[in-house]
Nanobody
Framework: QVQLQESGGGSVQAGGSLRLSCAASGHGDSDTCMGWLRQAPGKEREGVAAIDSEGVMHYADSVKGRFTISRDNAKNTLYLQMNSLKPEDTAVYYC?????????????????????WGQGTQVTVSS
């Protein structure tokens, strides 16, 4: 099965940047939809960004133009570059993966519905 481990979270001032990494292990990693989810205190789980095995990227409207998702299949690593951070980006960020061929990666992101989650890494943005 897929194992996921996030790193790179921390505290940053509004307008700053952070880069999250996710180390993935397990067979079939390159065939999965991978993404980042987040959950802020008292709020619902939200899909942030996703990338499919071909490298097609999808983003929540709230982060378009600010965040970039990428993956290095050779290293089984997923990244999330977060720029122009806002206080409302404060949340625990989870790396996620799903090996299903259907639904499409964009749908999994919209639903914030992935089979595998990491333990999460805290991102705090102060004003």
């Amino acid at each position: 099965q897929v194992q996921l481990q996030e790193s790179g979270g921390g505290s940053v001032q509004a307008g700053g940047s952070l880069r999250l990494s996710c180390a993935a292990s397990g067979h079939g990693d390159s065939d999965t939809c991978m993404g980042w989810l987040r959950q802020a205190p008292g709020k619902e789980r939200e899909g942030v960004a996703a990338i499919d095995s071909e490298g097609v990227m999808h983003y929540a409207d709230s982060v378009k133009g600010r965040f970039t998702i990428s993956r290095d299949n050779a290293k089984n690593t997923l990244y999330l570059q977060m720029n122009s951070l806002k206080p409302e980006d404060t949340a625990v960020y989870y790396c996620a993966a799903d090996g299903a061929s259907w639904p499409l990666c964009s749908v999994l992101l919209e639903r914030a519905d992935f089979d595998y989650w990491g333990q999460g890494t805290q991102v705090t943005v102060s004003s």
